[in-house]
């Protein structure tokens, strides 16, 4: 059983970087061809994919967020992280990881086949 567990501040700053971890237990993270992404939904709003860090570390962003997001991994600990820089109140959401076999359709969220419990961040000075 494949299971993901965010981490991080659940408040942020204006203009400051959000950061936060999943954490993966039952699979690596380097075990082909799974694919871990970001993905977040804000307040009455629907899922917004981010980002994503394949088994082989490369990596995708979203267009729409591709200069403010970082996505990077720790293969000894078997997490991935994500870094939005820049964040403004509407960067308020609920932060899921989530992961997917194979590479592409990563808004396609019916594909994925785990998601971590969510984690409420609140961007608020």
């Known amino acids: 059983q494949v299971q993901l567990q965010e981490s991080g501040p659940g408040l942020v700053k204006p203009s400051q970087t959000l950061s936060l971890t999943c954490t993966v237990s039952g699979e690596s993270i380097t075990t082909s061809y799974y694919a871990w992404s970001w993905i977040r939904q804000p307040p009455g709003k629907g899922l917004e994919w981010m980002g994503v860090?394949?088994?082989?570390?490369?990596?995708y962003y979203s267009p729409s967020l591709k200069s403010r997001t970082s996505i990077s991994r720790d293969t000894s600990k078997n997490q991935f992280s994500l870094q939005l820089s820049s964040v403004t109140p509407e960067d308020t959401a609920v932060y899921y990881c989530?992961?997917?076999?194979?590479?592409?359709?990563?808004?396609?969220?019916?594909?994925?086949?785990?998601w971590g419990q969510g984690t409420q961040v609140t961007v608020s000075s």
């Open positions: 860090i394949a088994y082989d570390g490369s990596t």
């Open positions: 989530a992961m997917k076999e194979g590479l592409g359709y990563f808004s396609d969220y019916e594909q994925y086949d785990y």
